[in-house]
């Protein structure tokens, strides 16, 4: 087939025509195929904006803070909440009456955020509510105005947030994380006066904000305890209502989280409990002795309440399902019951204990129990179910005149109680609901980013191929218009090279055979030469020692770059070094005294050497069979290739030496 000559073959009036056929051949749709760019383009580049970008630059240029003072205070905060109460509780003096001052307004909303955490680490009630409402707002409108303006440069944002420390909050994943900080505080503040269901509401806000802002593999260290804390808190609130499968969906992601930030045994252990305990309230007794268990494991340290708690829960959980005599249980409890420390553990194990005897109808001994609950427990929950029982201990002992001692407790709790708490769970249950909805509506959003940004990888691959092929085809197809009159020069010109070439090829393989035959009869006066050489240098290979080392050899694979002690089990001993040379020198015509009489100067070690060589091994090979370091063998290898000579009679059977 001819060959197309390139481009650099044409004049210059030709490779003009050349191009401006390609050019005006492809006018049109280069037209199209901009146009379509274009739109592509306009649409993966377009952001959403809420205001004027430069009314976005010129509000996160106004942004300023933290201090450094504020950014230590919260990285103690971490580990020792009290030290940095200490700490931050000075500034407010110096520096808390900013108001107006707009450089420094970032200082004053993160200053009472961290005080509102800090009250809450050290057990103190939220006293600066109002602050933290305003921080809380302040965070989240900055949250929003960095996360939809990501194309705005971090230099148009205030010095300080490049200028300090790494664990300031001087990105907008920072930003985001102090939003969610804010409404977990509002929460807080919202359950320490009793509305669980806000508080509830802004737990749930800032997971969302964590989750819908960081990606798995940021959620690590602090962003992960936080997230720990939160779940934890949920946890807590679901599990006092007795919302069992909310309750474990949250304590799950808890530990999830605990484990990320590589927290200690003690949460992870109370996680386990709980979930436990919820399987055991749902009779699925099952999976909540699995969750004893691994609590019991995780934890170790057998001396504290948590331990007895989980052992209180196991013995009474064996009962139930049957696999523990009620004598038993009850011996095992009451030796829990003697190690409480606190009038609190002594009442929660009283209760559980009456509640056995109560089951078994031993309401005798369940009355002693249950009365020292009832009577000296401080928990609304603890009390009201003692009182429960007592009603019907009286009732079945005919004691009617106590029924009113416990009943006339109860009938003001019981109404009142019952609809408040209806009412809150099923807000609570819908929040849940609200809060899986969202996680899934953020997966979907992920899942169709994802798919859009294949799709439109996709698209420009396939834009890019679709360039490139009608490039090619008007190329080909200029190109054969263009060299359609050099075709038949270029062929006939092939014509004859191909001639000429079959001439010189027809030479070339005659004297080809020439040299072939010569080299032929060459090689067989060579063989009549040294036909018993060869055949003895097999035979000598076949003997058993050079067998088992080539055996050796051949399964081992020693390398050089590692030290020789290393193959120490595999070093040639002196019997079989011996038996070796007595091979040479049957198989090889006394190649050892040959050796030593025609070069004095080789020691009885070189000819060891030159033995080894006979059967082909490498250096490093000799060096783990002998015993020697490999550059040792390497020079000991130089001084007997000086020594032997290379047109000796002996090349022979020195061939093998590389």
Known sequence: MPTIPSLTGFGGCHARLFFFYIFADMKRLAIVIGIISGLVLMAACARPSQVPELEVAEQSRSIEGPSPELVAVDSLMWRQPDSALTLLLPWFDSCGDVSGNDSTTFDLHYAHLLLSELLYKNYYEQTNRAELLQAEAYFDSISLIINNHSRIPWSHCGPSFRECGTQSPQTKDDISFLAARAHYMDGVGHYEGDSLVPACREYLKALEIMEGHFGEKELTGHRALFMAYAFSRLTDVYSDLYLHEQAIYFARHALRCFHRFGSSSAPLSSLLNEIGAQYEMMEQFDSADYYYCRAIAVLGDTNTLLYRDIAFHQTYLEYKKDSCQADDALSRLHQLLSKSETDSEKQARCLSIGELYY????????????????????????????????????????????????????????????????????????????????????????????????????FVCLLVVLMTVVILNHYNKTSKQLLKSQIKDEHYAHEMQQKALSGKLKKSNEALRDTKEQLEKFNNKEFQKQPIQTRDYVSFAKTPVCCHILDTVNRQKFKSKIDYGFYKEYALQKEEIKALRVAADEKMDNFTIRLKKQFPSLTDEDITYCCLYLLGLSDADIAALVQRAYPTVCERKRKIRRIVDEENSLHFTLRNIP
Do not use: R
């Not at 609200?434 to 996709?458: D, I, R, S, V």
């Open 359 to 458: 089951d078994n109808k031993l309401y005798d001994s369940a009355k002693v129990y249950l009365e020292s609950v009832y009577y000296g427990n401080t928990s609304v929950n603890s009390k009201k179910q003692a009182a429960e029982w007592l009603v019907d201990i009286c009732k079945e002992t005919g004691k009617e005149s106590e029924v009113l001692v416990y009943a006339s407790y109860l009938v003001p709790l019981s109404n009142l109680e019952e609809n408040d708490k209806s009412e809150i769970k099923s807000q609570l249950a819908e929040l849940y609901k609200g809060f899986g909805q969202q996680k899934l509506n953020h997966l979907h959003q992920l899942e169709k980013k994802k798919n859009l940004k294949w799709a439109m990888t996709a």
